[in-house]
């Protein structure tokens, strides 16, 4: 039944699944609630995902270098939008079984209530300077794996899922979620022919992070005796020790154990991508010991970037804080130039979207660095703060903050 409610929808290029806009279907959805409603018990009933809804079309996205090469491409899926009204049931359903079993792990931070990204850095970032404290060394890696959520291996994700308590109903219906899927390649007006997918979870779905998350929960048993966190595929393996080479030796036999789980989960490391880094109070030694995987040197690097936050071995943030003054020094040259044609409602819009995000990322982790690094953020905000109100830069700032009731700089890192 819910395959033929939709069979009339599906084309060779799928078209037609596109073609319903969101917000057609916002502003009808007085009208359209009861179908979809009916179309999503019907799927769950029936442990069947339509057919219609498996196709997905992948537009690549420009990143950088040579517009030649293929690798320079970001790809991104667009699924049909009541695809992921069905999946965004069953996610929050999922997600509140595993929640309340305690299922995930708890360094599992991806696409979780009350946690992100910056949680994930302040723990880290907190535990690295529990260790440095007591006159510890602290080593990480930062696994990079090759297009993790692509190579998922559905009957290896089957088998992890019956270990979380999963009914036989809702193991059916995401089997069928995963299977017959397919999708084509769009650039500009030309289409490629849809060609069947038969791993990985859909790129850009509501599902798909979930049951990523749930393929690599069991990775921290592997290595119990380093810490493990992860962020979705974003994952770092981290221990601390009297000196670089205990550091160095756990951290080798621990990626030596990952390197066999990883194999047996049917996901690849891309080593060259993989990097490793010490934080230590003391100074930078010239040379560090090697962390090896299965025989194979890891790059040990001086800064990295970790969920955002530029990270470097003494966790200065100097780095990181002057890619953001960078970043918003772009972006005020660029909110001046348009001010004068913006209402302060326009203008307020860009402010809050592209000066204060990068302004307020992170700042739980970076706020502790020393006020001389963090002195030429401060000056960015005033400046941004004259140019929404139009005053020259002999104008305190302070007046600005009363006008629009806004916090100045130092709350902003204080309340941090």
């Not at 080479?245 to 154990?257: G, N, P």
């Amino acid at each position: 039944m819910v395959n033929n409610v939709l069979s009339s929808l599906s084309n060779s290029k799928a078209k037609d699944i596109y073609g319903l806009d969101t917000i057609f279907l916002k502003k009808y959805k007085h009208y359209l609630t009861p179908p979809i409603t009916k179309l999503i018990n019907s799927s769950l009933e029936e442990c069947t995902f339509p057919t219609a809804l498996k196709s997905a079309i992948v537009i690549p996205i420009y990143k950088s270098g040579d517009k030649q090469a293929i690798s320079n491409y970001r790809p991104i899926s667009l699924l049909p939008v009541f695809s992921k009204a069905i999946e965004k049931v069953v996610a929050e359903q999922l997600t509140t079984h595993l929640e309340n079993e305690s299922l995930l792990h708890p360094m599992q931070f991806g696409f979780r209530t009350n946690h992100s990204t910056e949680t994930a850095c302040c723990y880290f970032m907190e535990s690295i300077k529990s260790s440095l404290d007591t006159g510890k060394v602290v080593g990480a890696v930062f696994l990079d794996l090759r297009k993790a959520f692509d190579t998922v291996n559905h009957l290896v994700l089957l088998s992890k899922l019956k270990q979380y308590n999963v009914s036989i109903n809702t193991l059916s219906w995401i089997k069928s979620y995963l299977a017959g899927r397919s999708q084509c390649v769009r650039v500009s007006e030309a289409v490629s022919p849809l060609r069947e997918c038969t791993m990985g979870v859909p790129q850009g779905s509501i599902l798909g992070p979930l049951l990523f998350s749930l393929y690599i929960n069991d990775l921290p048993s592997v290595c119990d005796d380093v810490d493990v966190q992860m962020y979705a595929d974003d994952t770092v393996i981290y221990t601390d020790g009297k000196d670089h080479e205990q550091v160095a030796t756990k951290l080798s036999k621990a990626m030596d154990k990952i390197s066999i789980w990883l194999n047996d989960s049917c996901l690849t490391l891309n080593v060259s991508k993989t990097a490793t880094m010490f934080f230590s109070t003391k100074p930078n030694k010239k040379t560090y010991p090697l962390i090896t995987v299965k025989g194979e040197k890891i790059e040990n690097v001086n800064e990295f970037r970790y969920l955002g936050i530029i990270l470097d071995s003494r966790l200065s943030f100097k780095k990181h804080i002057k890619k953001v003054c960078h970043t918003i020094k772009y972006n005020l040259f660029t909110f001046k130039s348009i001010r004068n044609s913006l209402t302060i409602q326009g203008a307020k819009t860009y402010f809050n979207a592209m000066i204060l995000p990068h302004l307020l990322y992170g700042v739980s982790c970076w706020s502790q660095a020393n006020k001389s690094t963090i002195k030429p953020l401060e000056s960015l905000y005033k400046q941004a703060l004259r140019i929404l109100d139009r005053k020259s830069r002999q104008y305190h700032h302070c007046q600005i903050l009363t006008k629009y009731k806004m916090l100045n700089f130092e709350c902003i890192v204080r309340s941090a």
